[in-house]
């Protein structure tokens, strides 16, 4: 029952949204704001020509490789930062500066440095991602429980049965929960980088859709984005509670 | 009891709000303008003639908006009255009922190459890079194609004349597509080094000003003192260029941009009132019918396009009374 009341209440917030969605456009709130049945259509030809998985194909390029990269280094660089008092001091400072840059203001100084090609788009999608792992990451290490760490050294493991046995296993809730964020923020900026630096891929549909004012279209593609964010961030928490089983959501009501 | 009074004093505050943005709402005889693009040297006759507009008795506010595309949709959504831009693909397609009124720019562009090139006929396979798909330059690169009886190779876009001439400066790509202003300081920063093509005419526009008909209607007076102005100035422009930076308001937004931008000005209307850049009647019909020409074959407009209507487009109202 409880497993049916969570897919229930999915349902019905969908159902809300998508509604009031409908409705608006059907007043409309703005002749550039289609409904929601005229967005379902136009993603659907979208994705029956071909153009949808053409532009992903050109969208995930940056995405991936500034995830991936802001993953590991992110994750290698939190880990220093949690377990050595002069990393933090160090690297610390770059990343608070860099999570509260506006990143819309500094593009042109990207494109300025690295040019208009796939590196400045990288670099987009890692400044918003590497950020906030690297934070998480480093605050999970720091707040270790100390009594498991004493635990561990009482039991004369060595430095590297400490971090690799007791620290990364507490920390993963919270190096997950910043990888999620990460990857999500990553996201935006793929699409930010698309739309600001040059238009390729969904932020070519959305641009040139906006252009030629075929608006369900540019919705469509918004939309997409969302869902594929959406789906992914679901993929990783399985991941995660599969490498991490015990560690599942309580709810306070249940 | 201070419970009490303290949820008093929340429902006040917010009557209060409520009452005040009423009021604000009743007072708001003032048009809005949503600007495509921040203040600059060349929206210099634009600001010009609300500065006359305004002696006439108009009341006005105008915002810049980043893109073209995000005035449009705010004059579609009803937060602004007037906009730059030309709509055609969303007053065909959204039937949103907007029309133009008044012509402000032509589609002068020119495209300029590495000495590759020397002619449109060279073109054919040439990769070029242009501002964006289905954007102004795009469809400049169509009806070129289809003129010249050539096929253009590989087109790549960045946004911004100043960038695609970076870019060519840099050697990243031999051809594109750009504005008068950055053909000239192309050619005053390289001398020969560019090739800047020989172009046909084109009376099709680039920005025009357009308005929701009912608003149009239901402000006759204001859209008439605004479009007289805007006339007045284009007139006295053509016969004499350096007029704008003249009559320029020193605390208005062009009078305050930076010293080298306002020495340039007369320099670029000259050039520009030269080029063919403005035309002194507002466009009217022979806009009207350049532009439905233009998009059609740019692909904004879909259908034949002897079988559009000038009055789905454009409303010559206000601009027939101007010209009395």
């Given at each position: ?85 002069m ?9 608070v ?48 429980p ?13 430095r ?6 007791i ?7 919270i ?16 699409i ?63 | ?5 303290k ?40 600001f ?26 705010a ?5 602004m ?42 073109l ?10 289905a ?18 190779g ?57 308005a ?27 016969k ?15 009078g ?18 030269a ?25 904004q ?24």
């Amino acid at each position: 029952m409880m497993r049916y009341r969570s897919y229930l209440l999915t349902f019905l917030s969908a159902c809300i949204v998508f509604g009031s969605w409908e409705i608006a456009g059907r007043i409309p709130v703005s002749y550039a704001f289609p409904t929601f049945l005229e967005t379902i259509a136009a993603f659907w030809t979208l994705l029956k020509n071909g153009t949808m998985f053409v532009a992903y194909f050109e969208t995930l390029k940056p995405l991936v490789v500034g995830v991936l990269i802001s993953s590991f280094v992110g994750v290698g660089i939190g880990l220093a930062i949690g377990l050595s008092r002069m990393s933090d001091w160090l690297l610390s400072p770059i990343f608070v500066v860099m999570q509260t840059a506006p990143l819309a203001a500094l593009i042109p100084l990207l494109v300025m440095i690295y040019g208009i090609g796939l590196t400045s788009k990288v670099a987009v999608v890692i400044i918003m991602a590497m950020p906030v792992i690297v934070l998480n990451t480093g605050g999970a290490v720091r707040n270790t429980p100390v009594s498991i760490v004493e635990m561990a050294q009482s039991f004369l493991g060595t430095r590297r049965d400490v971090i690799f046995k007791i620290i990364l296993p507490a920390a993963s809730p919270i190096i997950f929960a910043g990888l999620r964020l990460g990857v999500s923020a990553g996201f935006i900026g793929a699409i930010l980088a698309e739309l600001k630096i040059t238009p390729t891929g969904v932020g070519d549909i959305i641009t040139y859709s906006r252009s030629i004012a075929d608006y369900p279209s540019m919705y469509a593609a918004i939309m997409s984005i969302i869902l594929l964010a959406v789906i992914f961030l679901n993929v990783l928490e399985r991941i995660e509670n599969f490498l991490f089983k015990g560690a599942k959501h309580v709810y306070a009501s249940d | 009891m201070r419970f009490f009074s303290k949820q008093f004093g929340v429902v006040f505050a917010s009557l209060l709000l409520v009452v005040v943005m009423f009021a604000g709402n009743a007072h708001a005889a003032k048009i809005r303008i949503a600007l495509a693009e921040t203040p600059s040297d060349e929206v210099g006759a634009f600001f010009l003639a609300l500065d006359r507009a305004k002696a006439m008795g108009l009341d006005y506010e105008w915002t810049a908006f980043a893109d073209e595309e995000l005035a449009i949709q705010a004059v579609l959504g009803g937060q602004m009255d007037i906009g730059f831009g030309t709509p055609y693909a969303a007053m065909q397609r959204s039937k949103a009922p907007v029309r133009i009124i008044f012509q402000l720019s032509k589609l002068k562009f020119f495209p300029v190459s590495s000495k590759k090139y020397s002619s449109l006929k060279d073109l054919n396979g040439a990769p070029i890079m242009l501002h964006s798909r289905a954007g102004g330059t795009d469809s400049i690169a169509n009806v070129i194609e289809d003129r010249v009886g050539i096929k253009f190779g590989q087109r790549s876009y960045v946004p911004g004349s100043q960038n695609r001439i970076v870019a060519l400066m840099a050697g990243q790509t031999d051809l594109t597509i750009v504005d008068l202003a950055n053909k000239n300081k192309l050619i005053e920063q390289t001398g020969d080094k560019f090739n800047v093509l020989p172009m046909f005419e084109v009376d099709a526009s680039d920005e025009a000003l357009f308005a929701n008909i009912n608003w149009i209607k239901a402000n006759a007076n204001d859209v008439d003192i605004f479009v007289k102005a805007l006339l007045s100035v284009y007139q006295d422009m053509i016969k004499d260029p350096t007029i704008i930076r003249r009559e320029t308001n020193p605390d208005g937004p062009i009078g305050q941009l930076p010293k080298e931008v306002l020495a340039g000005m007369d320099g670029f209307y000259a050039d520009a009132v030269a080029g063919g850049l403005y035309d002194p009647n507002g466009g009217g019909k022979k806009a009207a019918l350049a532009d439905m020409d233009w998009y059609s074959k740019a692909g904004q407009l879909t259908g034949d396009p002897a079988s559009l209507k000038i009055e789905d487009f454009w409303y010559m109202d206000p601009l027939n009374r101007a010209m009395k």
